[in-house]
């Protein structure tokens, strides 16, 4: 496709399940950033991969939060034993150079 | 740390001109952003501007850069319903984006 797709876009969990959210970058695109958007929040950085340099993970809440990208394209990010303060939308995006990310549609996840 | 501000309210009226500013904390930012986001919809890329820039200008936007007081400024002319939105500004670092909280701008006729 011509943009950034994530799925699933909504998911509803049970407090205490893992969850694996899924992004397809833009073909091509070398930079892959994980970002989470809580309800009236701004967006807070989770992790950030480029090429086959180490992902900065620096954003990540909790060692229950991890992310990998497969083949420099896909990425997944997953969230073991989900809480309810996990509940946000959660937002990838891709770029090929500094002018300027593409945002997927985002994962709405509810932890109940 | 890293940080931007801006502020989170903005009402014109339709016709007018808008001006939303932010500032910035991280000096090495090379690259800033201006995102928007409508009601129940993802972040669209508005336009950027390189540190090395003072101004840029696309179609009714108009980007503004102070470098040395770490400020940005973005006009949209002619301000449309359909611009209500929220508006968010960000600074590039080396590895991460960051974001500011978002000014949320309503048209009004």
């Known amino acids: 496709g011509a943009g950034v797709s994530q799925s699933p876009s909504n998911k509803v969990t049970e407090k205490g399940k893992d969850v694996e959210l899924r992004c397809d970058p833009i073909s091509g695109h070398t930079a892959l950033y994980w970002y989470r958007q809580s309800l009236g929040q701004g967006l807070e950085f989770l992790i950030y991969?480029?090429?086959?340099?180490?992902?900065?993970k620096s954003g990540l809440p909790s060692d229950r939060f991890s992310a990998e990208r497969t083949g420099g394209s896909v990425s997944t990010l997953t969230i073991q034993r989900t809480q309810q303060e996990d509940s946000a939308v959660y937002l990838c995006?891709?770029?090929?150079?500094?002018?300027?990310?593409?945002f997927g549609q985002g994962t709405r996840l509810t932890v109940v | 740390g890293e940080d931007v501000e801006q502020s989170l309210f903005l009402s014109v009226r339709e016709g007018d001109s808008s001006v939303i500013n932010c500032t910035y904390t991280?000096?090495?930012?090379?690259?800033l952003y201006w995102y928007k986001q409508e009601p129940g919809a993802g972040l669209q890329l508005l336009t950027y501007i390189f540190s090395n820039m003072d101004m840029k200008q696309d179609q009714r936007l108009t980007v503004l850069l102070n470098k040395k007081d770490k400020h940005l400024s973005l006009r949209i002319a002619d301000t449309q319903t359909g611009d209500s939105a929220i508006y968010f500004c960000v600074a590039g670092g080396y590895n991460k984006l960051i974001f500011g909280a978002g000014t949320r701008l309503a048209v009004h006729p």
């Open positions: 995006a891709s770029s090929q150079d500094r002018r300027g990310a593409f």
């Open positions: 991280d000096s090495s930012s090379t690259y």
């Open positions: 991969f480029q090429g086959n340099s180490a992902p900065d």
